[in-house]
């Protein structure tokens, strides 16, 4: 009787309670969508690292990297997926830690949390790929949503023995962090900020974090170029358009919702033909060429906003409007035969740009062909009117309040929006359209 007893419990208990993996399910909280190799790229407010990075075809050596990150919720477990997408030669990543940064390159104390790949302490990673770590644990963590924890920054160490060869990285990251000097050693331990005396403006290796969060969590990707990637909005002050439309869904919905940040300064929808880490561009990979893993490979993503095509039709770019609306098409198709629902997003003017390779009338005029399509298919299941909040009918050039460059200073570019111009762009989106299904 009492083993029919202590059967009956178990079966209880094991058809009442949700497992974990009902109850929750791994979403992307953050990315750093990668280009190069080092230092093939357009990075914002970067400091002189000759010296940090003395010949780029060696790469790093026998150094450690603090990369600050700030996820867009936290979760009770972690996990970081390292790449050496741009490299030429394996590169092995030991010493690997996740924590939480309480300032400058210093982790709060007891935060520092040691990360495993396949139980192991390091992982070689061969050019071409990259590798996600076994979920880490974060005791700082109580609950999802903790207010301590919101606007907070992850410090993901890492500590790279030998050279490491080309460097994989995303260039215009728009936030602070931090590495050693050569040979200096594993440092990535360290709670100290002493340990990592050089600063960058720029990720390098690291290109996803995953939190755990309820299987309903909604995961949003701004996808697309420099005006997603935030040139021109202010160093450390994550006001690109997808913080401030992130702030606003946390606000609305709490932590239901997560948005990503997709953009690459210069990307395009339909080139380069090729790229690759002889051939690089600094724009990055095409659309199409990084459409798997900066959005198909990641975890949960439930919506995309795509605004792209400006640096199609640039000087560098000079591709047809069809050649465009032809590769968007493609990958809105790609993104929906994975579930995933795609908003088109009207691209900003570069009338007028200083820019050498924008500004001119066959660009505008380009640019104003594909905002009709943007605006009319059916491919996508609504458009946010980004041209709308950014042009200065008068002028068909950038709103003058736009213009002032909030990261280095200086008049501006009439391409790029500044802060004000980030925050008109983030406020003006419908929170329940980018929030609902086709």
Do not use: C
């Not at 690292?49 to 600050?68: C, H, M």
């Not at 302490?121 to 076994?134: E, F, M, N, R």
């Not at 023995?161 to 962090?177: D, F, I, N, Q, V």
């Not at 051939?279 to 198909?296: A, C, Y």
């Amino acid at each position: 009787m009492r083993n029919i007893f202590l059967f009956g419990l178990f079966a209880l208990m094991m058809f009442s309670q949700p497992t974990m993996a009902q109850k929750e399910k791994w979403v992307t909280s953050w990315i750093g969508s990668v280009q190069g190799p080092y230092p093939v790229g357009n990075p914002s407010a970067q400091p002189n690292l000759s010296v940090v990075f003395p010949t780029p075809a060696l790469g790093a050596n026998n150094q450690s990297f603090r990369l600050i990150v700030r996820p867009d919720i936290w979760g009770k477990q972690t996990r970081v997926r390292l790449s050496n997408a741009l490299g030429t030669q394996p590169i092995t990543f030991e010493n690997v830690y996740v924590g939480l940064q309480l300032g400058s390159a210093e982790i709060v104390k007891g935060s520092n949390q040691s990360v495993s790949f396949g139980g192991k302490k390091s992982v070689t990673i061969p050019p071409g790929q990259s590798a996600w770590s076994d979920p880490v644990t974060l005791p700082f963590v109580q609950k999802l949503g903790d207010a301590n924890l919101e606007g907070r920054n992850m410090a993901v160490s890492f500590y790279i023995p030998g050279s490491s060869g080309p460097m994989t990285w995303h260039a215009k990251a728009l936030t602070t962090s931090y590495v050693t000097a050569p040979n200096a050693g594993s440092k990535a331990s360290d709670e100290m900020e002493v340990s990592f005396p050089f600063s960058t403006a720029s990720w390098f290796f690291l290109d996803a974090v995953d939190m755990t969060a309820p299987t309903s969590t909604k995961v949003i990707v701004g996808f697309g170029d420099s005006i997603t990637d935030g040139t021109a909005s202010t160093m450390n002050g994550d006001d690109r358009w997808p913080d401030v439309l992130s702030r606003r869904l946390h606000k609305a919905y709490g932590n239901k919702v997560v948005v990503l940040n997709a953009g690459i300064g210069g990307n395009q929808v339909a080139g380069p033909a090729e790229y690759s880490p002889t051939k690089p561009f600094p724009g990055g990979p095409s659309s199409s060429m990084r459409l798997e893993r900066d959005v198909l490979s990641l975890s949960g993503i439930t919506t995309v906003i795509w605004l792209e095509g400006i640096n199609d039709f640039s000087k560098n770019g000079n591709a047809s409007t069809q050649v465009v609306i032809d590769g968007m098409t493609d990958g809105v198709r790609r993104l929906n035969a994975a579930g995933i629902n795609v908003i088109g997003a009207t691209v900003t003017s570069a009338f007028g740009s200083s820019s050498a390779a924008h500004g001119f009338q066959e660009q505008d005029d380009k640019r104003k062909a594909l905002n009709q399509f943007i605006r009319t298919s059916p491919i996508f299941s609504s458009y946010i009117d980004f041209d709308e909040v950014i042009l200065d009918p008068a002028t068909g050039q950038m709103k003058p309040e736009f213009v002032p460059d909030s990261t280095i200073g200086g008049a501006g570019d009439k391409l790029h929006p500044n802060r004000v111009g980030y925050q008109a762009m983030g406020n003006s989106i419908n929170l329940k359209q980018v929030t609902s299904s086709k």
